[in-house]
């Protein structure tokens, strides 16, 4: 099969839906001639033109709550925000408006929009530009959030989201653009809710999240040196959750670590850790663990930045301590 | 729009009412006194033209065509409400006839406004979008935002100020620095300033606007001086710290624009007193059962607390 | 006169009021409609008049204080002096420290409570309390608890009202080993703290720790974990589902916490633990004989001379008698017929007088009457308590005591058999 970085993952599938589907637009800044400082969407402006491809001043807000309005009345926008951190700029027309839009109105209205953005630390960004974010919007009713831990996913889960007739938060992992996978030609989308089973285990279940899946991975090789049979799962999307295949693992090795690039407090890790104590509790020979990026605001200097995000390293210790049953007071 | 101007009244004094009496849950926001304003504009537009609301969004509700059963209903929570109870008065859509909600955020809905006029462009429709929002709601950074991208677009959009002269409890002045209308005039955008309780005015106007709009000359923005009877919202009575009795009454005596246009047309001979006096009679009847019917309908299914969350 | 000086209710939400100034001191005369102190509300300062003349007194707010709405807070009286004053009186209002004494607080009644209602007072101020008397009754989410005193004394001071909502850990009342002068009753404004030197003199508080929470008569929640078995969730499931006591890895000195892996280990510690204790069951069997067996004489005469009907009660007392070291209770179950009856320290205070009571609890020493029957020796191995069977012998009677090892030492069964038979062969003899 052939394998594509998951920036082409994402150019590919923008591209498709939008010669799917003429009412889909992008909007966002430098999105057009420049293609995103990233590039992740070079050429795009080239084939669909200015009218969907549109560039808009530094006005997030502005932006935002345009697509919402569009959305609501009969377009598809792809809204592009530039730095997940940007986030914060945009919570009203998010949050506010088009997270609840639908219900407000009694069901009539439709928000069918995507809010393309990402997340990850270690590019010696500093605080305002590593946030992993995607716990604020998964809490907000109304919002689906999804995180492509590679290009496969990154491809099926666009087109799903595009598709979608929600507000949909779609986090990629700015230092994955490069990284290439196997991805699938022809028309392929990936269901949201649906996790995926990367690696099979029997001692020890990991749970990961978008560039923490690879971390999990490495993880798993260096415990399975060791004689220790982890599982890894992705989660593919956080809302909806696919509680169940995450139950069905917890209940099989008895022992969890939910790992995640968000803070380690009040975070993604935090819930999935919550719902496994709440319905697998009876199973569970070691108490879950929730590995997050400290509670700092991301330093600048690589010496700093590097020790607050989980490793293969950090979680294979953690793993080990739970199997040998050891007490662990708190990460 | 002499009917539409009275039927506003009558909405807003049995919606008051409700209040008062302790009929209505949470609060709710008078339009009374501005009138013209919705009228005047939105009796110049189609149903499939749009205008996004405010939290004073039951005078813009009325005027784009809504019925007072279903918006009664929506006031007290009940499933045949527009939004099936599940809105209230500050979020009350009627999707239907173009009315995109009313926002309970200040200055909330202008960028689903632009929004939607930018739809409109892309999509090849010649339908036009109306934000209303009030002069408090200049103090937002979203409309500078919109208005920029709206004018470097040329996307068909009405922005229509209604300055009632108070943000909340502040007078106008103490919160908007220098003139309105030359906050949209920096984008380049034409901007125009007409008496609000003038229905003609207004009305003749925005026919103007909404023509050009519809051949592609948009945005435009306009300022329409008005005043709101009540306070800024229904348990907002003793307000004399903010706005003198004199004032009010005033405007309620010599600038009422119902009773002003009433005139008008009984002076054209439009109109005799007693034809006039007749429609508001059967308005005020018709808004009466409307809310017995509402006071008397069903409350939603608990079932659907968590319906609607996401669309299918 | 005197009337009261409250502070006023002041407005919708508002239940407390800061106190910013008297305008009139103590001792100072007033004349009704005198603005008397400023009080601050929500929106302003307004002044609280006087409603009648007289001199202003018995001031017990200070300015700064935060009064709750309703407390009085002065007086005005006839004279500028007054009876009970103020100097001696130990009031318990927020500008004052609180009486020397041992402070009582609203005890912690539940898991997630963290203030109780308390519904009644059942002591007054002066009074004379017992640690063990009921000191006030409070409302938990589940019942109304009643809180005893946890010291003896009088009570020196109440600080909260029947009505109040009090945060668990607060002050409630102070009991004083002396009777006070004066003690006082007042609502809750703020906890006592000596935050400032107060006007009247008043005695430092003892420096001491609160008391601990006072024996309640409901289970609060447990003070410390340190009684539990540390095992996850996993391994209590299957032990469980086998029946297995985590105890057993406990006592065998494997190292918490426990996990799955160790139900192996549980379930091999566990059948040796039923086969040992098997074994252990039947250690000891003592039989005694009793030539002449002087027990029912005596039993005649006590009832002739003493009115004690209930010959098995002297029966179990002399068993009782011979099987007591201390002061422990001793319950003596009497099998007899079928049917099991217990005497509760059945040698005290005076032998025979002690009741008949149905079976409740395991206990201390079963008496296996046989006296008249056919059955000539048992050999039935330990029971839940030592057995002492009596049985018909050729002369006088038989008696077998049968134990575990761990019931009684060797010595103690030898001593309880020997001070029984002697008992029945001369009671006279050991009672007096």
Known sequence: MREITLSQAVNEAIAEEMRRDASVFIIGEDVAEAGTPFKVLSGLVEEFGTDRVIDTPIAEPGFMGIAVGAAMTGSRPIVDLMFGDFIFLIMDQLCNQAAKTHYMSGGKLNVPLVLRTNLGATRRSAAQHSQSLHALVAHIPGLKVAMPSSALEAKGLMKTAIRDNNPVVIFEDKLMYQDKAEVPEGEFLIPFGVANVKRQGTDITLIGTSSMVQVCEKAAEILAAEGISAEVIDPRTIVPLDEETLLASARKTSRVIVVDEGHQSYGITGEIASRINEKAFYYLDAPVLRMGAMDVPIPFSPALEDITVPTPETVAANARKLCSGEMIHAA | ?312 | MPHDIIMPALGMAQDTGVLVRWIKQPGEAVAEGDALFEVETDKATMEVEAQSAGYLTQVTAQAGDNVPVGQVIAQISESASDTAAPTSMQPASASETPPEGHEIIMPALGMAQDTGLLVSWQKAPGDAVAADDVLFEVETDKSTVEVAAGFDGFVAALLAEAGDNVPVGEVVAVISAEKPTAASRSARSKPPSAAKAPAAPAPEPVASKPSPAPAITQKAKPATMSGRILASPKLRRLAAAQGLDLDILRRAGVPEPYHAKDLTQLIQLSSRATTSAATIAAARRITAQVPSEGFSAFAAWAHESAGISDSVALLAGLLAGSLRQDDSDIIVAVENYGATTHYHNPDRPRLGQAKALAADGTPSIILRDMRISHISSVTMGAEEAPVITILPADTGLGLILECSAAQLSASGALDCLQKFAARLAEPLNHIL
Not at chain 2, 66 to 75: G, I, P, T, W, Y
Not at chain 2, 111 to 117: D, E, F, L, Q, V
Request: glycine share 10%.
């Open chain 2, 1 to 312: 729009m002499y009917r539409q101007m009275v039927r506003i009244r009558s909405f807003e004094d049995n919606a008051n009412q409700l209040y008062l009496s302790a009929k209505m849950p949470g609060l709710t926001h008078m339009y009374s006194g501005e009138e013209a304003v919705a009228v005047g504009i939105c009796e110049a537009l189609r149903k499939t033209d749009k205008i996004t609301s405010t939290h004073r969004g039951h005078g813009h509700c009325v005027a784009k065509g809504a019925d007072f059963k279903n918006m009664f209903c929506e006031l007290l929570g009940k499933e045949e409400g527009y939004c099936r109870g599940k809105g209230g008065s500050m979020h009350i859509a009627d999707q239907s006839n173009g009315n995109l909600g009313a926002n309970a955020i200040v200055g909330g809905s202008m960028g689903i406004a632009t929004g939607s006029a930018l739809r409109a462009k892309l999509l090849g429709s010649d339908d036009v979008t109306v934000c209303f929002f009030g002069d408090g709601a200049t103090a937002q950074g979203l409309l500078y935002e919109v208005m920029n991208m709206a004018a470097l677009w040329k996307l068909p959009i009405i922005y229509a100020c209604e300055n009632n002269g108070y943000s909340e409890y502040t007078k106008t002045e103490e919160i908007a620095a220098g003139s309105i209308t030359a906050r949209a005039e920096a984008f380049g955008i034409e901007a125009v300033t007409v008496d609000g309780q003038d229905v003609l005015a207004v009305n003749d106007l925005t026919q103007k606007l909404v023509e050009r709009c519809r051949k592609g000359e948009g945005p435009f923005f306009v300022e329409l001086m008005t005043y709101r009877y009540h306070g800024h919202h229904v348990g907002d009575i003793n307000r004399e710290y903010y706005r003198s009795k004199d004032e009010e009454k005033l405007w309620k005596t010599e600038r009422d624009p119902i009773t002003r246009f009433g005139d008008w047309l009984t002076t054209e001979g439009l109109a005799s007193a007693e034809d006039l006096a007749a429609m508001s009679a059967e308005i005020k009847a018709d808004a009466a059962a409307a809310v017995e019917y509402a006071l008397a309908a069903k409350y939603p299914d608990i079932s659907e607390v968590d319906m609607h969350v996401f669309a299918a």
